[in-house]
Each structure stands twice: as C-alpha cells, then as structure tokens.
C-alpha cells in the first residue's frame, strides 16, 4: 500500500503520513469520546482546541521559522479529513481558527504584528474568528455595511457581522470593512472597547462550534492592526478562499467516509425475511453509489490540494473540490440515513448528526450556486483566452 498510487496521493511523504496517523489517534481517543456531548450542549470544547495547539496543528500552513509546522495544503486537508469522521462541529471550529483566522493572518500579516499575535493563536491559547458575512451581505462581499475611518493614526470601526463561527469563543477577529469605498482587513482584539458578541445563534448542525453576531460600535483600531495594506482586503480573502474551499471539501469527505462506514456495517448485520439487508438490490444500490461518490471526491480533493497552495492560485479546481465533495457528503449522510431507517433517524448509530452537519457544507465557504457562477466564469474565460 505505502507504494500504491493512492498512498502518494494522500499520504505524499512520510511526514504526512505520521500526521494522518496522529489525527487518526487523536480522533478516536479523544476527540470521538466528547462529539455527542457537546453537540447536545451546542458548546465548542475549548480545551480539546488548545490540545490541538499543543499537538502544532493549528499551524499546519505556517512556516516553521515562525513557529508553524511548514507543511503544505495536502497536509491540512489530511487534518480535517480525519477531525471530521468523528466530529464535523468541532472541525468546523478548527477550521475556522487555523485557516481562517491564523493561516489567514500569517499570509497577510507583517512580521510585528506576527510576533505579537501568532504564538497565542498557535498554543490554542487564543481563538480566532473572521468576520466577513453580514445581517444582510452573505455572498455579496463587496455589498458589505461595516465600516472604517481613518481618524489621525488610528481608525474608528462601525458595523455588525452575523453567523460568524467562533463568534463566542474569539479573542481576536480578522475584520473586513469598508474604506473609503475599498475592503480592507483589520485584527480586532475582542477586549477593544465598543466590541459586543451577543448571545448565540441557534443552528441546526455543526453545534459543536459556536455561531454568533460581532458588534462593532466606535471601535478604535490602531494603525498597527491594519492587516495588509488599506484597500488589500479583496486580495487577502481570495488568497484564503483557496485553503477555506479544500478544508471544507475534506471535512465533507470525512463526513462520508464515517456514514459509508455505518452504512456498511448495519447492511452486514442487520437482517429483513431472514437475510442480511446487504443482499437485497436496494441497499447494494445506496452502499455502491455512496462508495463510487466518495472515492471520486478523495481523488479530486487531494489532487487539487497537491497543486494548490500560496504560491500556487488554483481557483477552478478548489471551486470544484468544495462544489462536488459538499453536496456529495450530504447525499452519502442521506443514503445512511435510508439504509438505518428509523435507526438512522435516532441518535444511537450518529448518521442524523452526520447528516445536519453535512448540509451546512453546501451553504458555508461559499454556497454551492456561487461555486457553480465561479466555475463558468473561469471555464468559459479560460476558453476564450
């Protein structure tokens, strides 16, 4: 296996396949055993964070002369893969700190501003958000409300973000706001006076992370945390999108990968007019399809992660990594569910929280439909050109 084709796709070194086999550990020691209970408390584990922090994953993509572990996207796509076999909410979490925000960060970041923030976001000691959608602006970036004036050397924020991941739990926030008419990003610390996290939003899935509104009311930002340059936030987003699109298709093959496990094992022993229900055409159906959908999202998410990365844009393969593997994770968590049947439906087995976190993928990190504009905008651009 170690020389298969496969293996070097998924496993390109060494080194990630010793990463693989950590998370794999971590995943089922602890991260498996807390999943059901902070779900039913819709409550994310921050210790279970910070031990990710201890571990180094939540620099996966920063260079190791900053403190990071200097790997690669293949490498941070393993990471969530595995995170999310057991807990999709909890990766989301996870995600959201160490893409989002600290990958986010390092790449748009001067080295003051990395020497003050990185090593909390690293340790886990400080949690991370970003804050981009809006009570009224999603999809729509540049319709965004928020905004920043420059008052001498400092800037003076105002505004309101809605369904923000980590909302709760954040110490510190990459804001995008409106300058002068231009997106630019901003470290917002949550202690800076005229900040206020409202009481969290209610979801239906992925309740293992925190979902929440940030207001923002005369919030003095010094100029010291202009993140890039004024007018740089277009680029420093679009520059995430990439890692933010691979890690949520990896999140939702994980989700697969579990619920195909499930569905398999229940066929196998679960019996109907006295045979196993793996012999009958209808369930044969869902397993095969179920398989074939999610070995051909492992291909497409791991091979556009080989050729993605900082210095390496890959906007139509990442849009097509998160437009197949999301609404793919959903049908397989679907299949599940009809296999188990009214079991399926229970918690006992799992599928049903696999099945309310898979659907936030075709919504999150971009909607699927915005997946689909992207793509024949490229496509058809790249045809003509």
Request: include cysteine.
């Amino acid at each position: 296996m170690e020389h298969s084709a496969a293996f070097k796709l998924h496993n390109p070194t060494e080194e990630h396949h010793m990463l693989r086999q950590m998370v794999q550990d971590l995943a089922r020691d602890v991260v498996e055993p807390q999943a059901d209970e902070h779900d039913r408390k819709g409550e994310l584990n921050v210790e279970l964070l910070r031990k990710c922090g201890e571990l180094g994953l939540h620099g996966i993509t920063v260079p190791a002369e900053a403190g990071g572990s200097g790997m690669d996207l293949v490498a941070s796509v393993i990471v969530h893969h595995e995170l999310a076999k057991s807990d999709p909410g909890f990766t989301l979490a996870y995600l959201t700190h160490a893409i989002l925000f600290t990958n986010n960060f390092y790449y748009g970041a001067n080295d003051e501003q990395r020497e003050r923030y990185l090593p909390g976001v690293l340790s886990g000691d400080k949690i991370g958000c970003l804050g981009m959608t809006e009570p009224d602006v999603g999809t729509d970036v540049l319709g965004m409300k928020t905004t920043a004036q420059r008052d001498g050397d400092r800037y003076i924020l105002n505004g309101a973000k809605a369904l923000i991941t980590n909302a709760l739990n954040a110490d510190v926030m990459i804001i995008y706001a409106q300058l002068e008419g231009r997106i630019t990003t901003f470290v917002v610390e949550r202690g800076f006076e005229g900040v206020t996290v409202p009481p969290k939003t209610h979801k239906m899935g992925m309740r293992a992370s925190t979902l929440g509104e940030i207001v923002f009311e005369d919030v003095v930002i010094p100029k010291e945390n202009l993140l890039g340059k004024e007018g740089g936030g277009i680029t420093n987003m679009m520059r995430n999108l990439e890692a933010e699109r691979l890690t949520l298709a990896a999140m939702s093959l994980g989700i697969a990968d579990r619920c195909l496990e499930i569905m398999m094992s229940y066929a196998a022993e679960r019996k109907a007019f006295g045979r196993p229900i793996q012999d009958f055409g209808q369930i044969q159906r869902y397993i095969g399809e179920s398989f074939a959908k999610t070995e051909a999202a492992r291909a497409l998410i791991y091979g556009v992660a080989h050729d993605s990365g900082p210095g390496k844009r890959n906007r139509i393969g990442t849009d097509a990594a998160k437009l197949f593997s999301s609404t793919m994770g959903k049908e397989v968590a679907d299949a599940a569910m009809q296999v188990l049947g009214g079991w399926g439906y229970c918690d006992e087995y799992k599928v049903e929280r696999f099945y309310r976190d898979a659907k936030l993928l075709e919504i999150g990190g971009g909607t699927i439909e915005a997946h689909q504009k992207n793509l024949t905008k490229d496509l058809l651009r790249e045809r003509v050109g």
